[in-house]
């Protein structure tokens, strides 16, 4: 008995040591937890609260019963995602082009930052970001409005041009080995320049030293760019791709919707378009079978963010968290 | 020279050499194509926008405008909702975006500290809400518990903090501040307070800058909230007015189809489409350049240090 | 869940009729205004419109308010989220006293009345109602239409008897290129092919070119535009279509029984006429691809119109109906088959479904609906859809109508009366009526007896005489077209689903045949089992189930 209880103190008091030192780190820090407690509130009240909500994805919801009086159904609402004619398709072509365009999207506007802070001309440097930032604002549906428009096969620019050349002029908008390209290219063009905002606000911090050190051992500005600017840029960089992983099944329906027809439909029909055209078809709306869906995004989108930030982690010694 | 930062003065003063003049011309022939190839596209809404409606119908209008005419800019601006809405998006991007930046600021700097317990934990409770979210209908409902529906608070409150955001910010936070200084601060007997005062905040310049940027181009451009939270036609932002003047495209085939409602709904369309983007666009790229400007500054700050 | 309904139903009994009662003591009588002696305030979601100021202070608003007794609180939904606005009203179970001017399908009405969300109507209609009865007695298709399948009302239409929107599946000639082949308007399938021929073949539009004119062109975009639409009614009944087909495309009802018809050897026979014009080219690939703008461009671009014949509901889609061009364009009939087919779908329903809901726990049911039944008055129709009449103006201010004098023209000729003359042209913005939004009641005659003009409104008049002599005639019998459905919560889950799948394979299939990159006869067979194995005889069954619950079979 008593050995026991003293062999059980001693445990306790190792317990104790570790939590009391535990304790004195909180307690030495804690205005960063002052700091932290009204964003930590604003989490809790606008983003867990409604959380409870999500089991609608489990219920036949009916807003006649609410939240909690509508019945359970189980996984009946993923089983219809997953029976869907449309189930595989759609997962082949959101993770596709998803893909896709994080590869060709997420290191260009890096590019044109690296290359816009090479520069010197002040004017010619502001100008640039200027008009680069620019089509950000360009809604989605002139943007796709100009797209028809300039690649049509009569009327538009492609056309003009491939007559000049006496050659048959080309229907990019019905060719599905295009849609992809057009897609992320016009993404590419319209977000480029207000993405690499971000980096040239990093490749503003770096230390001038480095460059200048740089120089005297008569490095060039690859070089610099090499060795200076790349890795200053890399953990802002890391955790953009890593969020965006985690984001990969999100395709703004619009744009895809807006560049659908009867050609392109076998590579242009992506998660998003389906639930919007579900609930466009559905004579009754079903926030069920929505939130199901949505549910089963976060899930697959947790996991590579994970898998992502795992291999950043061992890559590049960044990690989000 | 204000203009031109401490390093690139310094750097000139050396001759460049031949390998990086190659690089320098290269990399300018290169932005000024893209810049072009970008360029065309807009001028060419901005030349439609102030050509007459039969000219862009039957497609005249290239990069200059075809038979001039402001009566797209008339149209919107006749209406009385525009002037209204313009004044509700411009309090709802100066406080929300205060509100925002706040926010982000204090959350990021505690959970960029290494030594920090809990860190971990709150980063991930964070991008979990990115992934994970109780959909519409239970956040509408949130809001209307704490009284907020139909009031300006709605715009504000709930967009609080973009993870992306706070990220960049943490990471930002974690390249630009090492723990030596906050150390030697410490010694020194700042407490905090003081070090997020009188350290952090002016060595995040650039950040809040960029944060300042985004978060006011994101509640400017925004208008599902708007549409979720508000009945008030008199707290409508701009983007909601807009969208209701440009009636979309789609038609129901199911639905019968009034023609003078069709000739409205195509009228407009074909009149606004273009002015409206330039309408809605400008005043956010206005703010681009004193946004620009602290990039520069940061660098300044940063070589001080 | 029977005895949660039964408990249900019970329960709104008891709460029902103490509240009817007290109410009661405080209305009119039917048809009477003012509906209350001291004015009440109804809380009112209503979907926006592009060209009203504002809804608040809104002139009919206002002279509503006055004849009724009863103020609106607005609040406004725009136009172009209405579905999303109006879906998360109801889910959220937190809904005003009225809804207004929302088409609620006539499903969720279905599904969401009976749970006790929106006020049952039909005892109301009986006991308090006025305007309606003469809604339903002298369009006698409107109740059954509003009328869910358990017997009872929840929803309110609007009534707008378009005459040519019935017929809205068209095609437009130009008639100048007519007369520069020296040929008339075609009226069967193999005209049609001559005269698109000549087209091609000839300087048809005049400008010394013989190479730029496009025969025939469709669109992805606008009002029943496809390429697959009015061409293929030669062979097959195709319904309406467009980027959101009709719920019934693909099907067809004879003698009350509904089946597929996509599946079918006129459809395939349609397939190969569109795969002929396609072969012989007559239209191009963009026909499957662009939306009516670039249509618009080649009709009004250049110096002369390159565009011969444009598939297309009216012509404000292709055309400026502010220039000329568009007059030049005239109706293609509904062409005759090789079998002698010639039919033009019809669709007579002319009625938005819940236009006017009341939300079940309002606190003043009566007044309520009196105030939705009081829309459906000539005067206030009019006075909702157009605005101020004359007699209201000051001198030499214009007013938006008045009525018509003895013996005006009217747009339907000598078989409709004259009863109202139009002053002003719907369409720019203003603030003194409401826009077609919520009920009102415009029947055949009361459209059709429009006083006739022949500037701007122009248009109309085309429409309607266009209307009457090409495709009219040749209209399906309205006993052989399918009505809007009712569908159960599980019926409209598996519809939707199934729906989804079809609408697109039989989208890729059909441009795949036409454009000639896999052969019909090769490729049918497969067609037609890979719809089956997408449940297209499902849907048919759900159909055909719907329709006996909701019309007795």
Redesign the interface.
């Known amino acids: 008995m008593l050995s026991k209880s003293q062999r059980g103190m001693g445990g306790r008091s190792r317990f104790e040591e570790r939590a009391f030192r535990l304790w004195l780190r909180i307690r030495r820090n804690w205005q960063l937890y002052v700091l932290l407690f009204l964003p930590v509130l604003w989490l809790v009240v606008f983003r867990y609260a409604p959380m409870y909500g999500a089991q609608i994805a489990f219920r036949?919801?009916?807003?006649?019963?609410?939240i909690e009086g509508s019945?359970w159904v189980g996984f009946a609402n993923f089983i219809?995602f997953f029976?869907?004619?449309?189930f595989e398709p759609v997962i082949v072509n959101t993770l596709v082009l998803s893909f896709y365009s994080l590869i060709a999207g997420f290191p260009i506007p890096i590019i044109l930052a690296l290359s816009l802070n090479q520069v010197k001309t002040r004017m010619f440097r502001n100008s640039v970001q200027m008009i680069t930032y620019a089509p950000h604002f360009i809604s989605t549906v002139v943007l796709v409005?100009m797209l028809?428009?300039f690649l049509?096969?009569?009327?538009g620019f492609t056309a003009v041009i491939a007559q000049a050349f006496d050659m048959k002029p080309p229907?990019w908008?019905?060719d599905p080995g295009a849609f992809r390209h057009i897609f992320v290219w016009s993404g590419i063009w319209q977000e480029m320049g207000f993405s690499a905002i971000i980096y040239l606000a990093v490749l503003s911090t770096i230390d001038p030293s480095l460059h200048e050190a740089a120089v005297v051992d008569g490095a060039n500005r690859l070089q610099r760019i090499r060795y200076i600017d790349i890795p200053g840029l890399l953990p802002t960089a890391m955790v953009l791709l890593v969020l965006s992983t985690g984001r990969v099944l999100e395709i703004a329906f619009e744009k895809v919707y807006l560049m659908q027809?009867?050609?392109?439909?076998?590579v242009a029909?992506v998660i998003n378009t389906?639930v919007y055209?579900?609930?466009?078809?559905?004579?009754?709306?079903?926030?069920s079978?929505s939130t199901a869906i949505g549910l089963l995004k976060g899930i697959v989108g947790l996991l590579l963010l994970i898998a992502v930030n795992h291999a950043a982690r061992r890559l590049t010694q960044n990690s989000v968290w | 020279m204000a203009s031109m930062s401490s390093y690139e003065s310094n750097i000139n003063k050396v001759n460049e050499s031949p390998v990086d003049r190659v690089f320098m011309f290269v990399n300018a022939a290169v932005l000024l194509v893209i810049t072009i190839v970008i360029l065309l596209p807009l001028i060419f809404i901005v030349s439609a926008s102030f050509s007459s409606?039969?000219a862009v119908?039957?497609?005249?209008v290239t990069l200059w405008p075809v038979d001039f005419s402001l009566l797209g800019y008339e149209?919107i601006f006749?209406?009385?909702?525009v002037w209204n809405g313009f004044a509700n998006s411009l309090f709802y991007t100066y406080f929300g975006t205060i509100f925002n930046v706040i926010m982000t600021i204090i959350a990021a700097y505690p959970l960029s500290r290494n030594d920090l317990v809990g860190r971990r934990f709150i980063t991930i409770a964070f991008i979990f809400t990115m992934l994970f979210n109780g959909g519409?209908?239970p956040t509408?409902?949130v809001v209307?518990h704490l009284g907020l529906l139909n009031t300006r608070w709605a715009m504000i409150l709930p967009t609080g903090i973009g993870v992306f955001n706070l990220l960049i910010t943490i990471s930002f936070f974690r390249t630009t501040i090492p723990p030596e200084l906050v150390e030697a601060a410490r010694i020194d007997g700042a407490n905090d307070f003081r070090i997020f005062g009188s350290i952090v905040l002016p060595l995040a310049r650039p950040i809040i800058a960029v944060l300042v940027l985004f978060y006011a181009v994101n509640h400017w451009n925004s208008y599902f909230q708007a549409?979720?939270y508000l009945?008030?036609?008199d707290l409508?932002p701009l983007q909601?007015v807009l969208?209701?003047?440009?009636?979309?495209?789609?038609?129901?085939?199911?639905?019968?189809?009034?023609?003078?409602?069709?000739?409205?709904?195509?009228?407009?369309r074909?009149l606004l489409k273009y002015s409206l983007i330039v309408v809605a666009s400008v005043p956010v790229l206005l703010i681009y350049p004193f946004v620009q400007k602290h990039f520069v500054k940061g660098m300044m700050i940063g070589s001080v240090k | 869940?029977s005895k949660k309904t039964l408990l249900m139903a019970l329960l709104l009994l008891l709460l029902a009729l103490p509240l009817t009662a007290s109410a009661q003591d405080m209305v009119s009588g039917p048809g009477e205004f003012p509906i209350v002696e001291e004015p009440i305030t109804l809380n009112i979601?209503m979907l926006?419109h592009?060209?009203v100021?504002?809804?608040?202070t809104n002139t009919f608003t206002n002279w509503y308010s006055e004849r009724t007794g009863i103020n609106l609180n607005?609040?406004?939904?725009?136009?172009?989220?209405a579905?999303?606005?109006l879906?998360?009203t109801?889910?959220?179970?937190?809904l005003p006293d009225i809804i207004v001017g929302f088409?609620v399908?006539?499903?969720?009405l279905a599904?969401?009345g009976p749970?006790?969300?929106f006020l049952p109507l039909s005892g109301l209609i009986e006991e308090h109602g006025h305007y309606i009865h003469e809604v339903f007695e002298t369009s006698p298709q409107v109740r059954p239409l509003i009328t869910s399948p358990d017997g009872e009302i929840y929803g309110l239409p609007q009534v707008?008897e378009?005459y040519?929107?019935f017929y809205?599946q068209r095609a437009w000639i130009n008639s100048d290129w007519l007369e520069n082949v020296g040929m008339d308007v075609p009226q069967t399938t193999e005209e049609f092919v001559d005269v698109l021929t000549a087209f091609k073949e000839q300087d048809a539009n005049g400008n010394g070119d013989p190479d730029d004119e496009?025969p025939l062109a469709a669109a992805?975009?606008?009002?029943?535009p496809t390429i697959d639409g009015f061409l293929l009614n030669p062979f097959v009944f195709s319904e309406?279509?467009?980027?959101?087909?009709?719920?019934n495309r693909y099907f067809e009802m004879n003698d009350g029984v509904i089946t597929e018809n996509v599946t079918s050897e006129g459809y395939r026979e349609g397939l190969r006429y569109l795969q002929r014009l396609f072969s012989l080219g007559l239209f191009?690939?963009?026909s499957?691809?662009?939306?009516?703008?670039?249509i618009?461009?080649?009709v009004?671009?250049?110096d002369a119109p390159t565009i011969g014949v444009v598939i297309s509901?009216?012509h404000?889609?292709f055309a400026?109906?502010?220039?000329d061009r568009w007059k030049k364009y005239i109706a293609v009939p509904s062409l005759e088959g090789p079998t002698g087919l010639r039919q033009a779908p019809f669709?007579p329903?002319?009625v938005?479904s819940g236009q006017c809901t009341i939300n079940s726990r309002t606190e003043n049911p009566v007044a309520a609906f009196k105030w939705c039944d009081g829309l459906y008055d000539r005067e206030t129709t009019l006075r909702s859809v157009f605005g101020i009449p004359q007699w209201e103006m000051a001198e030499g201010e214009a007013g938006q109508w008045q009525w018509a004098e003895e013996g005006e023209p009217s747009l339907g000729g000598e078989e409709f009366p004259s009863i109202w003359r139009r002053l002003s042209?719907?369409?720019s913005?203003q603030n003194v009526h409401w826009a077609?939004r919520g009920p009102s009641y415009r029947p055949n005659h009361l459209r059709l007896g429009e006083v006739r003009r022949d500037d701007a409104a122009g248009?109309?008049v085309v429409?309607y005489e266009e209307t009457k002599v090409n495709y009219e005639p040749y209209a399906r019998d309205i006993e052989d077209l399918i009505p809007p459905l009712?569908?159960t919560?599980a019926q409209?889950?598996e519809?939707?689903?199934l729906?989804?799948?079809i609408?697109?394979y039989v989208?890729?299939m059909?441009?795949e045949f036409v454009l000639g990159r896999q052969d019909i006869d090769a490729g049918w067979d497969n067609f037609v089992a890979t719809l089956e194995s997408?449940g297209i005889n499902r849907v048919a069954e759900i159909y055909q189930a719907a329709y006996d619950a909701q019309y007795g079979g």
């Not at chain 2, 006749?78 to 909702?81: D, G, L, T, Y």
């Not at chain 3, 992805?220 to 029943?224: A, E, F, K, Q, V």
Request: proline share 6%.
């Open positions: 036949q919801y009916s807003p006649a019963f609410g019945p219809r029976n869907s004619p449309k409005g028809f428009q049509h096969p009569r009327v229907n908008m019905g027809s009867a050609l392109n439909l076998g029909e389906y055209k579900v609930g466009l078809l559905s004579p009754i709306l079903d926030f079978y | 409606a039969e119908i039957a497609g005249k149209t006749e209406h009385k909702k519409l209908i509408y409902m209307r549409l979720i009945k008030d036609q409508f909601i969208r209701e003047i440009l009636i979309e495209n789609s038609i129901d085939a199911s639905m019968l189809i009034d023609i003078e409602d069709l000739i409205v709904r195509e009228g407009l074909e | 869940m979601l926006g592009a060209i100021e504002d809804f608040s607005f609040g406004i939904a725009p136009p172009n989220e579905q999303e606005v879906n998360l109801i889910a959220s179970g937190d088409n399908d006539p499903s969720t599904l969401f749970q006790g969300l707008n378009c040519h929107c809205s496009i992805i975009t606008g009002w029943n309406f279509t467009g980027q959101n087909p009709g719920p191009g690939e963009e499957f691809t662009q939306p009516m703008d670039q618009k461009q080649q009004e671009g250049g509901g009216a404000p889609n400026n109906i502010g220039g669709n329903w002319g938005g042209t719907f369409g913005l077609q248009l109309e429409l009712a569908f919560t409209a889950a519809v939707t689903d729906r989804l799948g609408n697109d989208a890729q059909t441009a997408l």
